[in-house]
């Protein structure tokens, strides 16, 4: 978390949570938070896996970064650092900056370079692009959600589907889940060589 820190625009506050098994492998969002787990989550295919709420405004609200620890013989020290990167910058509403497995020298590029371990300046700018903006809330300093725009029967509707897959390629597949509370949930999920494509 330290190397995220290195951003101009956020602040981050390490908290110790609880550190048993269950706690961790259920790994719950929190609003105004970001929950990083790790755990033995069972040899499914993923490697690690960011979520995310969104207001209906679109602004991240609450998310986790989980890292599958039943791979813990798949992965060097460096890929690891890698992923658990990558899962975070998501939650933070990165997106890849390569897939293709050029290094961008970003963990949040798809190559195996040892040196893609951490953010660079390109990552950090883009988060100055996303947090540095004028709104008038802040869903993670606060947990409130914006003012309601939205009149009619469409307001609570389940129009973003419910776990369905909306993209994914070889190295990792994007699903969307609407929640009962209106809010849309998104599931980045960074998959393990030769797994089976849902």
């Known amino acids: 978390m330290n190397a995220w820190n290195a951003s101009k625009v956020l602040s981050l506050t390490p908290v110790q949570g609880e550190t048993d098994s ?53 992965w060097t020290s460096e890929e690891k650092n890698h992923v658990m990167c990558q899962e975070v910058g998501h939650v933070f509403g990165l997106g890849h900056t390569s897939e ?12 195996s370079d040892p040196g893609s371990q951490w953010p660079n300046a390109h990552d950090y700018e883009e988060l100055a692009t996303i947090y540095g903006h004028l709104d008038s809330y802040n869903t993670y300093a606060t947990g409130s959600e914006p003012p309601s725009t939205c009149k009619g029967r ?3 509707s389940r129009a973003f ?7 994914g390629n070889e190295h990792f597949e994007i699903w969307a ?5 209106g809010t849309l949930t998104l599931h980045h999920v960074y998959l393990a060589d030769g797994h089976e494509e849902h």
């Open 100 to 111: 293709d497995g050029t290094s961008q020298g970003t963990c949040m590029d798809y190559s």
């Open 177 to 181: 889940e609407a929640e009962e509370d």
């Open 161 to 167: 589907g419910l776990g369905h897959r909306i993209y």
């Open 154 to 156: 469409k307001c609570n």
């Open 22 to 74: 269950r706690t961790r492998k259920r790994c719950s969002m929190v609003t105004g938070q970001m929950r990083v787990c790790n755990a033995a989550y069972g040899q499914n295919g993923w490697l690690g896996l960011a979520s995310i709420n969104l207001d209906s405004s679109g602004h991240i609200t609450k998310g986790t970064a989980k890292m599958n620890d039943s791979y813990s013989w798949y």
